[in-house]
């Protein structure tokens, strides 16, 4: 068996000793004599799995007992719509544009209400993080909205916005549980699990329990409503039942590597590694600015599209695999979630020095 360093953006790298445990449970999980994937989602072992996962989750985010944590299907694009469908009761949101998933968000917000675009950072082709601490939140929106990663563009929010009192919600995709946050300032925190969690098919939503009622836009479906879910425990219909043990099982290498705080420390070391590279480098360069920069996603690129597709191509030869930039921006990017070691990013640099000696 051979693993490579994998910097996909998403599915992405999980950790090995999860996925080892995974594989000896396979044909039988803790003597059930069935994988977790053939036992019924009412079964005594499926319960136990599923509360553990969100009590875990609730210790390492320190989530408040007013806040409900639901295990959905449909991505994190499926909340694009169900946001709106359940928060806007004035029919109105502010959105903060940050990059192609927020962008995406607006624009599936639009179908259900007015929405503002209070910000937006695509006049640079989304390479910071606008300043958000005065921005003309709307007298009347429900939620201001905005991805707090930008997996695409490679930039992180460093503070939330001033919402001037308004709900902020927010897609943390990317960045979910990379490190500690509050989530008491939050009205939604929700994210798919498949770039920094767990397998794609989950996505978790964490929701303030009074955003979640039976007052929702009209016509909106009964699986698209957070008090179906909530009441249910996720368990309204068959639950993605596989990736939520797999979820279960990274949040306890989570809270065994030391908790968010632990893993913090961990990722920017990680980062700086790579960062401090890129700026002394005479061949490639970061593409955000310095202050915005994300810990997970690192886009960088030679300045030239041939060499740029060089460098792909050599890098996977050695085992350096998906660091082809996203097809809206071209060049590179490296993720480097949670589960990415430190000697993987060691390595990616080590063989961007010498690319970089042969191709001056
Ligand atoms: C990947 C990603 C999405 C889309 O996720 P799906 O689960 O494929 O719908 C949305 N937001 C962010 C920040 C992402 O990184």
Redesign the pocket.
Known sequence: MSRVYNFSA?PAVLPEEVLKEAAAEMMDYKGTGMSVMEMSHRSKAFEEIITDAEQDLRELMNIPDNYKVLFLQG???QQFAMIPMNLMKNGAADYIVTGQ?AKKAAKEAEKYGKVNRIASSEDKTFSYIPDCSDLPVSEDADYVYI?E?N?IYGTKFKELPNTKGKTLVA?V??CFLSEPVDVSRYGIIYG?V??NIGP?GV?IVIIREDLITEDVLPGTPTMLTYKTHADAKSLYNTPPAYGIYICGKVFKWLKAQGGLAAMKERNEKKAKVLYDFLDQSSLFKGTVEKKDRSLMNVPFVTGDGDLDAKFVKEAKEAGFENLKGHRSVGGMRASIYNAMPYEGVVALVEFMKKFEEENQ
Do not use: I, L
């Open positions: 998403g991505g994190a694009s998933w991805c990663n997996t897609d995709s990317s798919g498949q770039k794609a996505v």
